[in-house]
């Protein structure tokens, strides 16, 4: 089994940052790609952004790109998700994620985190 545990989410006002981190247990970290979701109320849950095993590779939803950066540090079995320029739009309960495959769909991701809250207020 894996324990992922989110942590970071909080109150901010727009143009705000945030940094989101994922801290894993229970498995070989590094094994895994591992991604970020988000879920806004009464909205799907939708990809944010993923980074490959070693963190070579990353990826990012359109309404994000340049604005936040997906990283990870496997000797500490952790991932981060920096969040600038925040927009109320960016409100959501984040999601961190991982996988033994990649890609974007949620189906994809093997083992989840319970959620980290952030608000961005106009």
């Known amino acids: 089994q894996v324990q992922l545990v989110e942590s970071g989410g909080g109150l901010v006002q727009a143009g705000g940052s945030l940094r989101l981190s994922c801290a894993a247990s229970g498995r070989t970290f590094s094994n895994y790609a591992m991604g970020w979701f988000r879920q806004a109320p009464g909205k799907e849950r939708e990809f944010v952004a993923r980074i490959s095993t070693k963190g070579a590779y990353t990826d990012y939803a359109d309404s994000v790109k340049g604005r936040f950066t997906i990283s990870r540090d496997n000797a500490k079995n952790t991932a981060f998700l920096q969040m600038n320029t925040l927009k109320p739009e960016d409100t959501a309960v984040y999601y961190c994620?991982?996988?033994?495959?990649?890609?974007?769909?949620?189906?994809?991701?093997?083992?989840w985190g319970q959620g980290t809250q952030v608000a961005v207020s106009s």
């Open positions: 994620a991982i996988t033994l495959h990649s890609g974007v769909r949620i189906i994809e991701y093997d083992y």
